[in-house]
């Protein structure tokens, strides 16, 4: 598996878990960190 592919997947995972914390919580700002970190 290509080193690349792997940062991505957590990536994208860690930005999902992120976002979702900033809706649970109400915290836009943790909401974007955790869009932005998804789009990497």
């Known amino acids: 598996m290509n080193k690349d592919r792997v940062s991505g997947t957590i990536d ?18 943790l909401r974007v960190e955790g869009a932005a970190q998804q789009v990497r």
């Open 12 to 29: 994208e995972m860690v930005g999902s878990a992120r976002r979702k914390a900033g809706e649970l919580t109400d915290d836009i700002q």
